[in-house]
């Protein structure tokens, strides 16, 4: 069982910045992805970024492209969420994953969540 730690959520005016990150308890995959996800009051939990832990590639969902950076601390078995230029509709429940998808953006392909963190950003 891999438990995953996620910190770094709060309340950000339009503009600021967040950084998430998220700890995992041990490294199980050998292709492992690392993903975040999010999920807005009302909305169905939605892809935000992920990456490859082996080679370090990534992938951003188009609303976050420029702004969010996705990074990884191997010797940590940490991943990071680097959040600027932050908006109002960036507000949501924050959670990372783990796993070996078959597609990094389907959240029902990831085996392992963490609890969530909550992210608001003001107008």
């Known amino acids: 069982q891999v438990q995953l730690v996620e910190s770094g959520g709060g309340l950000v005016q339009a503009g600021g910045s967040l950084r998430l990150s998220c700890t995992a308890s041990r490294r199980t995959f050998t292709n492992v992805v690392m993903g975040w996800f999010r999920q807005a009051p009302g909305k169905e939990r939605e892809f935000v970024a992920a990456?490859?832990?082996?080679?370090?590639?990534?992938y951003y969902a188009d609303s976050v492209k420029g702004r969010f950076t996705i990074s990884r601390d191997n010797a940590k078995n940490t991943m990071y969420l680097q959040m600027n230029s932050m908006k109002p509709e960036d507000t949501a429940v924050y959670y990372c994953?783990?796993?070996?998808?078959?597609?990094?953006?389907?959240?029902?392909?990831?085996?392992?969540w963490g609890q969530g963190t909550q992210v608001t950003v003001s107008s």
């Open positions: 990456i490859r832990w082996s080679g370090g590639n990534t």
């Open positions: 994953a783990a796993g070996p998808p078959r597609d990094y953006s389907n959240w029902y392909d990831y085996a392992y």
